[in-house]
């Protein structure tokens, strides 16, 4: 971080008794943060009052969602398969158990060519029995369908072979291949797999893959060798097989191969990839005001078994929200909502786009989604924290301030506790009955926002619902089957679902009436979050890889893009009230001039670095393509799905592969961790048919990090030949 450079106070007095206010602004702010604080033991407001608040505490419970989660976890609920509609069947009976109105299950046809808005519609899959054996040296069962469903990777094809084992490495490139015979063969790689099918299969006439490929990158990569994978093979391709082994495993094999002791393996499988249909189930807790809107929750009921925590617990979790609102609203302990609350369950993006398609008066009614994927990882076992995700900024929206609120009230409750045993209410705790839950504290923060599940479809731009995105991250877990039970804490899935419960409920009740007391609190967090953005501005401007001028624009733009995400926050609130602009209007005025103080201090770091023009021009604006307005034309929804990648079926992969932003050598061009699919997702987001390519390259380079504007500029004229926009 940059030095904060000194004030001249040799300048007029008019400036400096406007920073003097301004700075009192912040004193105050900042005593009224302490007083936040110390009330976060006690209440929520502004949002609930004590008596909702605790109502909803006391009436969550961890237990229930615990033991939904065991039925869940017996079950290998991959899409499209008989196994997940048997998981829908037990989502639709807890819900009518709960009482929730219009509970049903729907079934939407999928046969890899029926589109749902922009997304292609995958394949189904049925398997009736796999395994795979080593024949020699040993005599040992490597997997088995029927107990571990999780060794037979996704979408793999009938096949009966004896076959050598032969090992390729990655089998990710033709030099893995380099002078063997695999006809006929099984491989032994630890790459991607369905690149490995596409090579060794259908390339090089293997007939099957023994694979370790590795989860996730995290800090505890690798510690674990026992550890076994799910795998997915490429549905469309027509052959191949695919058995998941631990790396500990693949170790043994491939020590035998080097030591020049032949392996022979016998693999039975007899599975089908068909067409066949998603099931999603949903329901509904009716709301006074058929014209208010809707808030959903949503999750998705799908991965393998066990499946715990991806994403089993997100189902459960939004299943004991429902059954605490229900409860509570039908009894009449708290008021019915104007908007109804609808929860919907089905595969992961994939079922949220099929039912948004086919029900498009839902979709417009949408108001806030309440969107949960993995939030009930015990942090001690496998290390996870739970993060209240931001909306992406083309979706500036006041929902997340919601959440973050409940979430500090509870882990304000559970630091207490900790430390010196009180507030054992407000820990939130589940050892209630004898119940298991720790007393743990409540591992919770804000982070920016994050791809990776159904809210990426919500907050596109083309259905702009903001989500409030709960998530653990990381899971060393993940993916794999050690994410069991045994990983997940009855504590945190009560916290969550009262986060989910009290959450939801305000974006169902919330209104205009209660503009004047909530504006001040959106405004105070904003005013927070600029404060703490000038911070990463300092670091632009001192950024000794670009040069000065052009550091201290990208410093400036970031200070400019934050204030108009700020206020668009409180205009969000305004519109989704309905209730007088004019009230946010005042408190945008003062954003402003918080802004304008911190542009100044900037202006003196730049003139440190040599800077005296202060003309704020852009880099680009030279640059012809800067001007041209880009026009989204296609069908809804983002680009990329979990089975679906817009641009590749458009394109081509040879096509594809030359886009700047998402090619192999994008880091050189600018400076990002591996985030082109975030910058390529809020690229499309911020197409309106009013914002230039220029401006689009200055919103997404203030949320993720400076962009070439070509690299932006490229991105969209490939949109353009995949007829997802058009270029005026």
């Known amino acids: 971080m940059g030095r904060l450079p000194e004030i001249h106070f040799a300048q007029d007095n008019h400036l400096l008794m406007r920073r003097l206010r301004m700075l009192q602004r912040l004193q105050l702010l900042a005593a009224s943060w302490v007083v936040l604080h110390a009330c976060l033991l006690y209440a929520q407001q502004p949002f609930l009052t004590e008596a909702q608040w605790t109502l909803m505490r006391d009436e969550t419970s961890g237990t229930a969602p615990y033991e939904n989660l065991r039925s869940l976890t017996r079950l290998h609920r991959v899409p499209a398969t008989p196994e997940f509609d048997q998981a829908a069947e037990f989502i639709l009976m807890r819900a009518r158990e709960y009482g929730l109105q219009d509970a049903h299950a729907e079934q939407f046809a999928i046969d890899g060519k029926i589109h749902y808005g922009l997304m292609r519609s995958h394949l189904a899959w049925h ?56 006809q006929g063969k099984i491989v032994l790689a630890d790459g991607v797999l369905a690149t490995v099918q596409r090579l060794a299969v259908m390339q090089h006439g293997a007939v099957g893959i023994v694979s370790d490929m590795p989860n996730q990158t995290t800090a505890w990569s690798g510690l674990d060798t026992n550890i076994v994978r799910w795998g997915h093979l490429d549905a469309l391709l027509p052959n191949g097989f695919a058995f998941m082994v631990s790396r500990a495993t693949a170790t043994a094999l491939r020590a035998q191969l080097t030591g020049g002791r032949p392996v022979m393996l016998s693999a039975h499988v007899k599975a089908e990839v068909t067409s066949g249909h998603w099931t999603v189930v949903s329901a509904t807790i009716p709301g006074t005001d058929p014209h208010a809107g809707e808030v959903v929750y949503s999750c998705h009921l799908d991965h393998q078994r066990p499946g715990a925590n991806d994403n089993a617990s997100g189902c459960v979790t939004i299943l004991e929200s429902a059954r605490v609102l229900n409860r509570l609203i039908g009894s009449g302990k708290v008021p019915r909502p104007a908007r109804t609350l609808r929860f919907i369950w089905g595969p992961e993006v994939e079922g949220t786009m099929a039912f948004l398609s086919e029900h498009p008066d839902i979709r417009r009614s949408l108001r806030a989604d309440v969107h949960m994927d993995m939030v009930g990882g015990d942090p001690y076992k496998n290390k996870s924290m739970l993060h209240v995700t931001e909306t992406p900024w083309s979706l500036p929206s006041f929902v997340t301030d919601v959440g973050e609120l409940f979430a500090e009230t509870i882990r304000a409750g559970a630091t207490a506790y900790a430390g010196d045993g009180t507030h054992a209410q407000a820990a939130v705790l589940e050892d209630r009955n004898g119940a298991s839950g720790t007393r743990n504290e409540f591992l919770a923060d804000r982070t920016p926002y994050a791809q990776g599940s159904d809210h990426d479809d919500y907050d596109s731009a083309t259905i702009a619902v903001p989500s409030l995105y709960l998530r653990d991250w990381p899971d060393i877990y993940i993916h794999t089957d050690h994410d069991t039970l045994e990983q997940i804490d009855a504590t945190k899935l009560r916290r969550v679902a009262l986060v989910g419960a009290a959450a939801g409920y305000t974006y169902a009740t919330i209104n205009a009436d209660e503009a004047t007391s909530l504006l001040p609190f959106f405004a105070a967090r904003a005013q927070r979050r600029l404060a703490e953005g000038f911070e990463r501005a300092q670091d632009l401007a001192q950024d000794s890889h670009l040069q000065p001028k052009e550091a201290w624009y990208e410093a400036r733009n970031l200070m400019s893009q934050m204030l108009r995400r700020e206020q668009a926050e409180l205009r969000s609130f305004s519109k989704y009230t309905q209730s007088d602009p004019e009230k946010a209007a005042a408190f945008e005025k003062d954003l402003e001039a918080q802004v304008a103080m911190l542009n100044e201090w900037l202006n003196h770091s730049a003139e440190a670095r040599g800077i005296h023009d202060f003309q704020l021009l852009p880099p680009w604006h030279t640059q012809s393509d800067a001007s041209r307005v880009p026009v989204r034309t296609a069908e809804f929804g983002p680009l990329t799905y979990q089975s679906d990648d817009v641009l590749l079926d458009r394109l081509g992969s040879e096509r594809v592969g030359k886009i700047k932003l998402l090619s192999d050598g994008s880091n050189r061009l600018f400076r990002t961790q591996d985030q082109g699919e975030l910058y390529a997702y809020e690229i499309v987001n911020f197409v309106d048919g009013k914002r230039s390519i220029g401006e689009i390259r200055d919103a997404v380079a203030a949320e993720f990090g400076p962009i070439p504007l070509d690299v932006v500029a490229d991105y969209l004229k490939a949109c353009e030949e995949a007829k997802i926009v058009a270029l005026r």
Not at 133 to 155: K, N, S, V
Not at 167 to 172: E, L, R, V
């Open 127 to 182: 398997v009736e029995a796999a395994s795979l054996w080593e024949l020699q040296p040993g005599h040992t069962l490597l997997g088995d369908w029927a107990t571990e469903p999780i060794r037979l990777a996704d979408y793999s094809h009938t096949a009966d072979a004896d076959a050598p084992l032969v090992d390729i490495g990655q089998g990710t490139s033709e030099a893995d291949y380099a002078g063997k015979d695999l």
